[in-house]
């Protein structure tokens, strides 16, 4: 299994909702990210989990809440979100420290 | 931290011609620089990379070189095909697992 996961593909959420978006890799990978993408730009970095361990949080509001049940499975929790907030939401996975990233489909999530 | 450019924002070639990206990056430290294309509404999907001990790297249509020295990296496309339309990002190694992406070129090729 050489691919990366995501569910749901989209999601619409009201501002009180909380819900929460799935990965899921098989790769053997121990490094695994979430990323926000709007329109035309480039994937932000918001959270890197290595070895199932938070190591990197991008001053990302707590609104937003990662989970990394095992070295398969990246789940992002989200409570109380903004209407700027919409955007598609991708998960990467990685072998290691600066090895190529895998990207999932992403989730398109819009917030009214 | 990281800062990487990337040139141009658009591009429009001719099918057959070839396409060129550059990209450049301001820390030395950064060791790892991929190239993805993400076409309208899907992932990005690496496309090639370059570790910095290597000068250039060649997978059929495409090639990527790079200058340690310069601290610039370039994505050449040759005989572009109007499939190769997309979004491409470069990106580069930070620190651990970061990544650094540049601002994207939106490459058309014209049939």
């Known amino acids: 299994d050489t691919e990366v996961t995501q569910t749901p593909k989209h999601l619409v959420m009201g501002m009180t909702n909380k819900k929460s978006l799935k990965c899921e890799q098989h790769?053997?990978?121990?490094?695994m990210y979430w990323y926000k993408q709007k329109a035309k730009k480039p994937p932000e970095l918001m959270f890197v989990?290595?070895?199932?361990?938070?190591?990197i949080n991008e001053s990302v509001p707590s609104r937003f809440s990662p989970e990394c049940p095992n070295s398969s499975l990246l789940n992002l929790h989200l409570h109380a979100l903004q209407p700027e907030d919409s955007a598609l939401y991708l998960c990467?996975?990685?072998?290691?420290?600066?090895?190529?990233?895998?990207f999932g489909p992403g989730t398109r999530l819009t917030v009214t | 931290g990281e800062n990487v450019e990337q040139h141009p924002s658009t591009l429009s070639v001719q099918e057959g011609d070839s396409a060129v990206i550059k990209c450049t990056y301001s820390?030395?430290?950064?060791?790892?620089f991929p190239w993805y294309k993400q076409e309208l509404g899907k992932r990005p999907q690496l496309i090639i990379d370059i570790r910095s001990n290597v000068g250039e790297k060649k997978d059929q249509r495409i090639a990527v070189t790079l200058n340690k020295t310069a601290k610039h990296f370039s994505l050449h496309i040759t005989e572009t095909q109007p499939e190769d339309s997309a979004v491409y990002f470069c990106a580069a190694s930070g620190t651990g697992n970061q990544f650094y992406f540049g601002t994207g070129t939106s490459l058309t090729v014209i049939p």
């Open positions: 790769m053997g990978h121990r490094a």
């Open positions: 990467a996975s990685s072998q290691a420290y600066s090895y190529e990233q895998y």
């Open positions: 820390d030395s430290a950064s060791n790892y």
């Open positions: 989990y290595s070895y199932e361990k938070l190591s």
